[in-house]
């Protein structure tokens, strides 16, 4: 069968946070930049299909083709390291430190907006002609993305921050769950079935995804969005990343890794009905 078990597939999560950890800065950063590449056309295909049809469920379901493609090819999301990574230390990988960790996550985070920033560059480019006239439909529509997920959260303050965070936490609580999805199966239909679920509902709830984030904001900016580096910097991409770190290990990582992947011996089964008890082994 192409379903693999709750302890068969955390074991994989654990092998792979491993593998990243000790994974050349060069093959770090070129993976990280693809990943960021391949999700910003991804998002450019969505709020385009949004912007054509007048449908965001449309874009929403046909979103997950990005990311789909780029955990196929074996390529790196900020999202997903900061759900894997930090399993290798916390199962006592050898070699693995939080230095390795924290190494991933900058590298990974260059990477990706790297990719993003330079598609957004490429899309800025397509709306308008090469800048030789104003935005079109779609390009004014990233522009309008950008004020409201920035201005709209400062005009709140406080609450406005904590909204942002709480959407940054449901967020990678979707996308690291597509992540282990993918895990779940050994065939690509099961793979993407198991990933597209979880990436269609993050992405329609409008929650902050900060790889995402890192096309549209620059995209806005160079399509003449009405807000500030500061304000894209501030009121959404830093508080973004802490919310999709928070969302990820806590809700995903370290909750699977505590039930599946914690070596915690035998345990003991009622007697039976000749009193002898059942020792059974733990998952």
């Known amino acids: 069968m192409s379903y693999v078990t709750p302890t068969e597939f955390v074991t994989k999560m654990i092998d792979a946070g491993e593998a990243k950890i000790f994974m050349s800065t060069r093959d770090t950063l070129i993976r990280a930049f693809m990943a960021g590449a391949i999700l910003a056309l991804s998002?450019?295909?969505?709020?385009?299909?949004?912007?054509?049809?007048?449908?965001?469920?449309?874009?929403?379901?046909?979103?997950?083709?990005?990311?789909?493609?780029?955990?196929?090819?074996?390529?790196?999301?900020?999202?997903?390291v900061f759900t894997l990574s930090p399993l290798a230390l916390i199962d006592r990988r050898p070699g693995a430190t939080a230095g390795g960790v924290l190494r991933n996550w900058t590298l990974v985070f260059i990477g990706n907006f790297a990719g993003a920033f330079l598609v957004a560059v490429m899309m800025a480019i397509i709306f308008t002609f090469g800048?030789?006239?104003?935005?079109?439909?779609?390009?004014?529509?990233?522009?309008h993305i950008g004020e409201g997920r920035t201005l709209g959260y400062a005009a709140h303050g406080a609450a406005g921050m904590l909204t942002l965070f709480i959407r940054g936490v449901l967020c990678n609580w979707m996308v690291s769950t597509g992540v282990v999805a993918a895990m779940m199966s050994t065939s690509?239909?099961?793979?993407?079935?198991?990933?597209?679920?979880?990436?269609?509902?993050?992405?329609?709830m409008g929650f902050e995804h900060s790889i995402v984030n890192m096309f549209l904001f620059p995209s806005g900016l160079l399509l003449g969005g009405k807000f500030s580096i500061m304000d894209y910097l501030i009121w959404n991409e830093i508080p973004t990343v802490i919310g999709n770190l928070v969302g990820g290990l806590t809700f995903v990582g370290l909750?699977?890794?505590?039930?599946?992947?914690?070596?915690?011996?035998?345990?003991?089964?009622?007697?039976?009905?000749?009193?002898?008890p059942a020792v059974v082994p733990a998952e």
């Open 43 to 80: 998002a450019a295909f969505a709020v385009t299909i949004t912007v054509q049809t007048g449908n965001a469920l449309a874009g929403a379901i046909l979103f997950p083709v990005g990311f789909c493609l780029l955990y196929l090819m074996g390529f790196d999301l900020l999202t997903g």
């Open 131 to 143: 800048f030789s006239e104003a935005p079109n439909e779609v390009g004014q529509r990233i522009g």
């Open 188 to 204: 690509v239909s099961g793979k993407v079935i198991g990933m597209w679920m979880p990436i269609m509902l993050f992405f329609y």
């Open 255 to 276: 909750t699977l890794y505590s039930t599946h992947g914690r070596k915690s011996g035998k345990q003991s089964a009622p007697a039976g009905r000749l009193g002898t």
